[in-house]
Each structure stands twice: as structure tokens, then as C-alpha cells.
């Protein structure tokens, strides 16, 4: 396991493990906003439970009724909050794990629970919370070659959503063009649902 093969910043897989009880809309949007960071190509989205769910995201990903757990991949590494090393550009994994679920506020851990058998090193991306297609950013942008200290974030910014209204997200994002990045289906969806 670790560092056995080398891969390009191209032969890196992305893999979601589904970890939501149903495939909501929200969840939609930040799995499509990953497609567009890592391609189709590369990203691979688990644990859909069912063929309409598989159905509602093969557009973007390779998606499958399967758990990563039952995948018995070999060169891989779990994106986990808590552990001990960050991911660094000398890494060399195969496919890098992330959790797709809505973050708690203080976390609660669910990732690690949900995939504490997975064989896999772990890795952490800093001390705290992102969304998934900012940790997923985050993560190709360490795959290319920059450190996480190299990174800029910007953390528990506010969004207008109508005047003289905001609303405050309390995770990490990373700084593109000044800004934090979100997808503006995202924004528009907090809008209109108020998430």
C-alpha cells in the first residue's frame, strides 16, 4: 500500500462513498460541481444502493450500486480530518477516498465511522471541515503538486442570498479569484431552499 506505483495527476481516481440516505438534490449539484473539477473520467461515485440513483448520476461519474468497502482496491488513501499526516504531493495513491455527506457543525465524525474498515492510509487535508468539492478541490490541486500550506482558504464565509440577507457556511473553502469557492447551482439552491 502508499507509494507501490506512480501516477500522474490523470490516473488519479476520485471516489465518493455516498454516505446520505437518499440522493438529494444538493447532493446532485456538488457531485456534478466534482465531475467538473477531476472529469467524468475520473471520478467514481459508490454506495448508490439503488439503479435510479446509479441512473440520476451516470452523467457525471462512474456510479455504482457498490460500496468502496466491498472494491478491494490497492493503492489508496482515505481523506480523513483526524489523521496524523496531510496529503502531500510526493503521495503516489491511486485513488483518494472522500465521504459524501453534509458536514455537521462540530463535525461528528461520520466519515471515519462509516469507513473505518476500508484498507487505506489516511490522510487529512488541515483541521477543518469542507465541503466535498472543496476537499476534492483541494486534494487535485495537492495531486498537481502543490503543498496544502501553498493553498489559500478562505473559512466560514457569508452568501447573499437575497438583499440584505446572508447566509453563513461554516466550513473551509479554497480562495479562487478572491472568492470562496462554491458552484452557483449551489448558491442558488441554498436561495431557494435555504438548504
Not at 13 to 27: A, F, G, N, P
Not at 76 to 84: Q, S
Not at 143 to 167: A, H, Q, W, Y
Amino acid at each position: 500500500m502508499g507509494n507501490s506505483t506512480t501516477n500522474s495527476p490523470n490516473t488519479t481516481k476520485y471516489i465518493i462513498e455516498h454516505l446520505e440516505d437518499e440522493v438529494y438534490e444538493w447532493c446532485i449539484i456538488e457531485y456534478g460541481s466534482i465531475s467538473n473539477i477531476v472529469g467524468k473520467e475520473n471520478l467514481i461515485i459508490t454506495n448508490l444502493k439503488t439503479k435510479e440513483n446509479v441512473q440520476k448520476l451516470s452523467g457525471i461519474a462512474d456510479a455504482r450500486i457498490e460500496s468502496v468497502l466491498k472494491m478491494n482496491l490497492q493503492n489508496t488513501c482515505l481523506l480523513d480530518m483526524d489523521a496524523e499526516k496531510e496529503l502531500s504531493p510526493d503521495d503516489n495513491f491511486g485513488y483518494l477516498v472522500f465521504g459524501g455527506i453534509l458536514g455537521d457543525n462540530p463535525p461528528k465524525k461520520r466519515t471515519i465511522k462509516f469507513l473505518a474498515s476500508l484498507e487505506a492510509e489516511k490522510r487529512h487535508l488541515g483541521k477543518m471541515q469542507m465541503s466535498t468539492d472543496n476537499a476534492v478541490l483541494t486534494a487535485s490541486m495537492i495531486v498537481k503538486g502543490k503543498k496544502l500550506s501553498e493553498i489559500k482558504f478562505i473559512d466560514n464565509p457569508s452568501f447573499p442570498v437575497e438583499e440584505g440577507l446572508e447566509v453563513n457556511l461554516p466550513y473551509r473553502f479554497v480562495e479562487v479569484n478572491g472568492k470562496p469557492f462554491i458552484s452557483k447551482e449551489l448558491l442558488e439552491h441554498i436561495k431557494k431552499s435555504g438548504f
